[in-house]
């Protein structure tokens, strides 16, 4: 042992440095070492060895044997030490608590202290245990003094500590307690920042997973660490809840292994973690959430564009059956036998562009005339309208906000949402009886949504956050429950027996045509509420001061330009003009007529164009035959427009958009305010 210290040859020189010294010391320490023959001698070559620096003072407190490993902590030599205390030594300043320690060990106390020294250039930390030193009759004749030098073991302490604290610090942020349990008892401590909140309210030192885990869950837990001792599994991973000394239960995820096994391999203690997966949990379902609502929007979508295309189609086909009939009418006698059967013609046909009408809102193509709205104004002006509507017992209330910012809409279509609400409202209410009675309330407003809020609503999907203008109505009918109210909007969806389900979805459709959102809220025997909101307008920028536009020449005469890519719409349009005793040049897509134009510029005075067709659609021919005259009229004829459409032509000069199909009247009034004539 000694030689991981010394050298046998730095030993013997040692040993022969110390006899030397001891030679010199007074004959009686020598004649105690001689006294005690070769005990002592192996004694005094441990005193020289031990890398503990080791001390003898007197009672007087003068040093009286110190060894080389206490030259090296004291700085001193063996020679310049003895017989000198440490006052005379180190001053009184640096040495008042080392002094008070040998008083206490004189005293007959064992004192320990640490100690702090700069040794050979170093600072090092000592750890100095001072004890009486008796004679053999039990007197106190001084202080024995051994110092360790424990700086390797602080820095350890210090590193381990610092590595506790991050791992500490690292359960607690990652919401874990950590588990260690006695397979034979059934005990379980835990511990970590998230323990301290767990388990039943007397703490958790020592109790059983019984009382720590949820009841419905403990075969769970038990089976696993069964598994786990018997070595059928190497690892625990069960879900489970856990008891939360506020109350109620946290679901965690529990992890281990086997710390301890028997001699036979049966694991007698285990160690691990409990993870805190609530917010897991909550990120899990909010990540289902959107899933379900990017899901139903790209339903939603494709059901729009399938109703967007076949209304299309459909008013393409109504636009030529109501056109036949309403121009073979007008050329019948009025007493014709067959009058009647194209009355009913035109009548269902009437009715079916109606259905096309709610499918074309619905998916958001629908829209004409877009300008700047006051929704408290919309709400009023459809309040006549609504109330030859509502049943006697049914009350209507308006509470609207003076001096809304404005909204960029289609007043036609606003109305008709804000009629297609209250007829809802009013359908509930009726559902509660013939006299039940009720009352709704029509509310406008102001609200800043953000993002929360716009997810929240239907149709928010890329709606940015801001200010909205907002409508809402609520009823006290029946209610809905939580299943009804998610499927209220979907096209074909009623809960009348009569009834197509277009209303509310054309309602969708068009606040998803104005970049709104819907919001909607019901509690079955206590009523609905539904909301929509639409963003703000930019302000209008400032108009420049500019000369009045020349007024528009009136053009009683000239030709018209009529362009389709349907023949049958365009067999139509042809006819209704010439009965308007215009001259007629056609074209079947917008290529077409931007040639026809070219050839024939001088002899047209408005032009009549689909607006989807195929090579060149009709805004852009009307954009290149404006190139050769800037002030040609046109009307712009279409079976679903957007809203961004609708909003090109806002205002435009000389144009004026519609839907097909139409009748000879309104094609007719049509051409007589673009080309600005009275008749024609």
Known sequence: MLDHFLSNAEL???????????????????????????????????????????????????????NPSAERFFGRSAGEMTGRTDQ?????????????????????????????RLVEGVMRSFQTLRSPLRSASGETTGVLGVARDVSALRREAAGLRDVCERMERGVTAAGLALWDADFITGRVSLSGGWAETLGPAGGTEGVTWV?????????????????????RASALEAEVRLRVKAGGWAPALALGRPTHRA??????????????????REQEAQRRRAEARLMEQERQESLATLAGGMAHDFNNLLASVLGNTELALMKLAPDAAVRRHLTEIQRSASQAAGLVRHMTAYAGRDVLNVERLDLSEIARQARPLVETLLPRNVSLNLRLS??????????AQLRHVVVSLVTNAAEAIESLGPEAGGAITVSTGLRHCDEACIRQSLAGEGRPAGVYACLSVEDTGCGMDAATLRRVFEPFFSTKFIGRGLGLAATMGIVRAHKGVIQARSTPGQGSVFTILLPVAAAEPRPESAPPAPARKAQPGGAVLAVDDEPAALFVLENMLRRRGRPVFTARDGAEAVKVFHEHASEIACAVLDLTMPHMDGDEALAAMRK?????????????????VARRFAGADGVRLFHKPYTYEQLSALLDEVMGVNGG
């Open 12 to 66: 013997v020189e040692e040993l022969a440095r110390l006899r030397r010294q001891v030679e010199a010391l007074s004959g009686r320490q020598a004649q105690t070492v001689q006294r005690h023959g070769d005990d002592a001698g192996r004694l005094w070559a441990v005193f020289l060895a031990t890398p503990d620096a080791v001390f003898v003072k007197d009672k007087s407190l003068h040093y009286t044997l110190v």
């Open 88 to 116: 005379e030594l180190f001053g009184a300043d640096a040495v008042a608590a080392w002094e008070d320690a040998d008083e206490q060990a004189l005293a007959g106390q064992l004192v320990e202290r640490a100690d702090a």
């Open 211 to 231: 009382e720590l885990v949820h009841p419905d869950d403990y075969l769970t837990i038990r089976d696993a660490l069964a598994a786990l001792a018997d070595g």
């Open 263 to 280: 001699p036979g391999g049966r694991a007698l203690r285990g160690a691990g973690a409990l993870i805190d997966t609530s917010l897991h």
């Open 402 to 411: 003076d001096g809304l910012p404005p909204v960029e809409g289609d007043a």
């Open 628 to 644: 050769i005259r800037p002030d040609l009229p046109a009307i712009i004829s279409s079976g679903h427009a957007d809203f961004e």
